[in-house]
């Protein structure tokens, strides 16, 4: 069965920093891979996905995320944070591009930024 | 364009107790889906609906949890009887298809606090 693990539940960066979020999956097939954000009473918000092709993608607010299949790692990038980007970050895998509701979520990243 | 409604936003009930929440995804679109969020993990896929039928319910506990997508519409899910476990967020979301180029716009969620 797929899985996806999101080893820090917790981290903090000051506003300007450069951020990364680790992401690793175990899936026996080519994954599709997801990073979504969840600020505080909302729904989540589709950052970046990977498909194929390149394995660096661009997603919206400047984040980026690398697909590493050698580690099963699919970490999620920003050069410099900014205060409105703490919020809750989930990966997901799922087993299909057609199945797009069928994901399996990390059980999340919370990002604290500091002034 | 509207985006995805959840009514109510928060619901407190004791156990025993029945509940139902209602969604109205984005009009035209043909997939909704139904996510239970408990704290501290990634939303867990409950239901998904094309039009409205059933495509997948493989995680809802059918012996309390049920969900109706009348006219292919808006959707109800219902909790009968409630147990403390069933405290969570319950998010819907939808998207116009489950091809690769639709992606999922989440609601904001219904909380439930069982007692």
């Known amino acids: 069965a797929q899985s996806v693990t999101q080893p820090d539940i917790h981290i903090t960066v000051s506003e300007g920093a450069s951020l990364e979020l680790r992401c690793n999956y175990s899936?026996?097939?080519?994954?599709?891979l997801f990073w979504y954000v969840q600020s505080p009473g909302q729904g989540l918000q589709l950052l970046l996905k990977y498909f194929s092709g390149d394995t660096l993608v661009q997603g919206i607010k400047g984040f980026e995320a690398e697909f590493k299949r050698s580690q099963s790692s699919f970490n999620l990038r920003k050069p410099s944070v900014h205060w409105s980007d703490a919020a809750e970050y989930f990966c997901a895998v799922g087993p299909e591009p057609t199945s797009y509701g069928k994901l399996t979520f990390g059980q999340g990243t919370i990002l604290t930024v500091h002034p | 364009e509207a985006g995805v409604a959840q009514s109510p936003r928060y619901k407190i009930i004791e156990k025993r107790q029945s509940v139902a929440f209602w969604c109205n995804p984005i009009?035209?679109?043909?997939?909704l889906y139904w996510y239970q969020q408990i704290l501290g993990q990634g939303p867990k896929l409950l239901i998904q609906?094309?039009?409205?039928?059933?495509?997948?319910d493989s995680q809802l506990p059918k012996d309390r949890f049920s969900a109706e997508r009348l006219k292919g519409v808006d959707s109800t899910l219902k909790i009968q009887p409630a147990k403390l476990e069933d405290s969570a967020v319950y998010l819907c979301?939808?998207?116009?298809?489950?091809?690769?180029?639709?992606?999922?716009?989440f609601g904001n969620g219904t909380r439930l606090t069982v007692t």
């Open positions: 009009s035209g679109h043909a997939t």
């Open positions: 899936y026996g097939a080519t994954p599709y």
């Open positions: 979301a939808s998207s116009s298809t489950t091809g690769v180029n639709s992606p999922l716009h």
């Open positions: 609906f094309q039009n409205n039928g059933v495509v997948d």
